[in-house]
């Protein structure tokens, strides 16, 4: 079962940042926080990961609280493009052959509008 | 695009029949994953290949079972179909089996079962 927890759906405005809040209050000491999106009808998107420090890449910038209890993904300057299904997981970052595996709840659904 | 192409895109099956779901994962990538998303729900891990050897099963059935082939191609063979079994079925390929750099996804097999 999905650990987190995040809103059904949220809206954002053509341009401006959207901000998309996740918690995973029991997420442990070697687990990573993974953010991927599904546009609709595609597969799921690799977004960002972090362990504790804030990440950023090309699509997006992931800060994380210092207790690790929450996450927010942001995207600086939303296009409508980015509508999609947003999922926020805890996963291990397996080694030794163990198995890296997705546990996906049902994400929040951002509509980017006009 | 990922990279990760699957085969056929659509297909409609008949309950108790048997059916085979094709992937090709990106260059250089040796850990395929299969996942099973129904209707309104995330995707849901069906199992692992590592390097030719399945590396972990999630919560479904011995009539669901996999291959993955020397040039790390995957198929996933279902057995005895039944109603439910009719979703998106979704492949993801990754560099190894710690999930280096995220999961690439494939765009999906759309299964019906009637």
């Known amino acids: 079962d999905a650990k987190t927890t995040q809103p059904t759906s949220m809206d954002c405005a053509e341009g401006r940042a959207a901000n998309l809040p996740c918690n995973h209050s029991?997420?442990?000491?070697?687990?990573?926080v993974y953010w991927y999106r599904q546009i609709h009808s595609q597969g799921p998107q690799y977004i960002i990961h972090?362990?504790?420090n804030n990440e950023t890449n090309e699509m997006a910038s992931l800060i994380i609280t210092e207790d690790r209890k929450s996450s927010t993904l942001i995207l600086p300057h939303a296009t409508l493009r980015d509508t999609a299904v947003y999922y926020c997981?805890?996963?291990?970052?397996?080694?030794?052959?163990?198995?890296?595996?997705?546990?996906f709840g049902k994400g929040t659904l951002l509509t980017v509008n006009p | 695009e990922t990279g990760v192409t699957q085969s056929p895109t659509h297909l409609i099956k008949t309950r108790g029949q048997q059916v085979t779901l094709r992937c090709s994962s990106q260059?250089?990538?040796?850990?395929v994953s299969w996942y099973q998303q129904a209707l309104g729900q995330g995707p849901q891990f069906i199992f692992q290949?590592?390097?030719?050897?399945?590396?972990g099963r999630g919560n479904f059935p011995p009539r669901f079972s996999g291959l993955q082939f020397p040039n790390y191609s995957s198929e996933l063979n279902v057995n005895a179909l039944e109603l439910d079994d009719s979703a998106l079925y979704l492949c993801?390929?990754?560099?190894?089996?710690?999930?280096?750099?995220?999961?690439?996804f494939g765009q999906g097999t759309r299964l019906t079962v009637v």
């Open positions: 993801a390929s990754s560099l190894d089996a710690t999930g280096s750099g995220g999961a690439f």
């Open positions: 029991t997420i442990s000491g070697n687990e990573y």
């Open positions: 972090g362990l504790k």
């Open positions: 997981f805890q996963s291990r970052r397996s080694s030794g052959g163990s198995n890296y595996k997705l546990t």
């Open positions: 260059s250089g990538h040796n850990t």
């Open positions: 290949y590592y390097r030719e050897e399945e590396n």
